[in-house]
């Protein structure tokens, strides 16, 4: 464990982002497994709205740091070209 006061606000302040990062990626991937049920079930409106309630929590995410910019862009686009498959 660290002994320095700076170390220490350091191990203290990684606790607390680990604990956001956790709930964000949790909250990200319950809604991506929406539109994935969705699209599985060949539900296209339910997989819209999922899909719409989806894109800009993960672009959030990646925004807070929690995912990177290329991740989310590569989930958005596969997450809608899933749904548009369902639609079409």
Known sequence: M???VSALKRAR???VRRDRKRATRSKVRN???KVAVACEAGDAEQAQTALK???PAIYKA???G???ANKASRKV???TRQ???VSA
């Open 2 to 4: 660290a002994n320095h």
């Open 13 to 15: 302040q990684s606790l």
């Open 31 to 33: 809604l991506i497994k």
């Open 53 to 55: 309630t989806a894109v």
């Open 62 to 64: 990646a925004g807070k």
């Open 66 to 68: 929690v995912w990177h």
């Open 77 to 79: 686009s596969r997450l």
């Open 83 to 85: 749904v548009n498959a």
